[in-house]
């Protein structure tokens, strides 16, 4: 599962950033977006930038940032078919962390970028499931991974950055421009909007996926 604009409400990488870094990171969020960069190199350039620490921007995410209706039911739900929900975010942990324990969900398995403050600006790294150091293809790289375990994987996400992902999983549940994605590429997948809504359609649809 992804988070930013998946799990949580809106983006929160990008509330973040909105909040407390320079303005050229709208600069730098374009030369992402136009394909220059990985979704992680830029996240590691932009997050440079943010020279606020870890106490001031957990603050301000527990104050403004929330995750979509009926998300707690949904893990609880995932538990008792049987599943296994899993993040994986090329998101940071110090703002995912948070988010998800004031839900109560101190076990679910979160695979992030790791955060590291400094007074210059925010450290940020990633690592792939065998422990090295990776600058691109973080979501997809776990995918294959869980794939190679011989798990069937249900991906959710939302957006450019899960389309690689989404494009390998066995089945997707997707909301934004990852809809059109799966549309236009014949991938399996179903809408959605909530966590009830996506709950509904994975008891109705669960046995079909084993
Ligand atoms: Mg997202």
Known sequence: MDFDNTISVGNVSIELRNEFAPAIWREME????????????????????????QSQIQSFVLAN?????GFSEFVETCY???ATPVIVSSGLDFYIVPLIEREGLKNLQIISAKGSFHKSGIEVNYFGPNGKQISKGFK?????DFKA???????FGDNESDF???????FVFACDSLVQYCKLNSIPHKEFRDYFEAQEILVEKFDSFN
């Not at 940032?65 to 209706?69: P, R, S």
């Not at 375990?149 to 991906?155: C, D, E, F, M, R």
């Open 30 to 53: 374009k030369e992402y977006t136009s394909g220059k960069f990985s979704v992680e190199e830029s996240n590691v350039r932009q997050y440079a930038l943010i020279p606020f620490g």
């Open 149 to 155: 375990a011989g798990h069937t994987v249900i991906y």
């Open 80 to 82: 008792t078919l049987g």
């Open 140 to 144: 997809e790289s776990y995918l294959r």
């Open 65 to 69: 940032c929330y995750l979509k209706d």
């Open 164 to 170: 690689v992902a989404a494009s390998e999983a066995d």
